[in-house]
């Protein structure tokens, strides 16, 4: 099957700091990508719907200003959690669509902690 | 709005036994329906889909579900539990469009010796 990865897979940062995690799609191209935010012994919640060349399309309720999502090529996005507080932490998984087959491929997760 | 329940938060199976986890969809059209495996701290392993067809569809590591319209419902099954079967499971369906996943709260499978 198709493969995603995450990077970084786990990232400790301090409060007021900014954190990138990078989702790839290595052996397909993906025009579209997910970004999901698990939080413990919870299910995965859609944050946004990331589009390459154009911008995200973000769930209600999450604040695009502070998740800032870039897509800017066919195997690559990007979330970043700008000015991170503790209440940000969590665990972020991203997906790719894989248009011919119509399913997403999920990549292994990145777990943020904010100090 | 579509949506996915599962209403077991927790089971627990004897390795070697068989295994049923619910899944319950509301959706106002035809349903693309997936489970998905997480073990602690990983990503979303697929198991199985149903887009359309037979209404049986068999999936990796042994698993099967049934997709029954009448019922509203993708049940997954597997006739004798491993002890490395114990994860969580999401059952998740997708609009039309292939797009966006609603996942359920996922049922967590504990297996004992």
């Known amino acids: 099957g198709a493969v995603v990865s995450q990077h970084p897979s786990r990232v400790i940062c301090k409060s007021g700091t900014s954190v990138k995690i990078e989702c790839r799609s290595l052996d397909f191209q993906a025009t579209t990508m997910f970004w999901y935010r698990q939080f413990p012994k919870q299910s995965l919640m859609l944050m946004a719907t990331s589009n390459e060349g154009s911008k995200a399309t973000y769930e209600q309720g999450v604040e695009k200003d502070k998740f800032l999502i870039n897509h800017a090529s066919l195997t690559l996005s990007t979330l970043t959690v700008t000015s991170a507080h503790p209440e940000d932490s969590s665990f972020y998984i991203c997906?790719?669509?894989?248009?011919?087959?119509?399913?997403?491929?999920f990549g292994p997760g990145t777990r943020l902690t904010v100090t | 709005a579509q949506s996915v329940t599962q209403p077991d938060i927790h089971i627990t199976v004897s390795e070697g036994a068989s295994l049923e986890l619910r899944c319950n969809y509301s959706?106002?059209?035809?349903?693309?329906l997936f489970w998905y495996v997480q073990s602690p701290g990983q990503g979303l392993q697929l198991l199985l889909k149903?887009?359309?067809?037979?209404?049986l569809v068999q999936g990796i590591k042994g698993f099967e579900a049934e997709f029954k319209r009448s019922q509203s419902s993708f049940n997954l099954r597997k006739p004798s539990v491993h002890w490395s079967d114990a994860a969580e499971y999401f059952c998740a369906v997708v609009n039309s469009g292939y797009s966006t996943l609603t996942f359920g709260k996922g049922t967590m499978l504990l297996v004992s010796p």
């Open positions: 149903y887009f359309s067809g037979d209404t």
């Open positions: 997906s790719a669509l894989q248009r011919t087959s119509g399913e997403q491929y």
């Open positions: 959706y106002g059209a035809t349903p693309y």
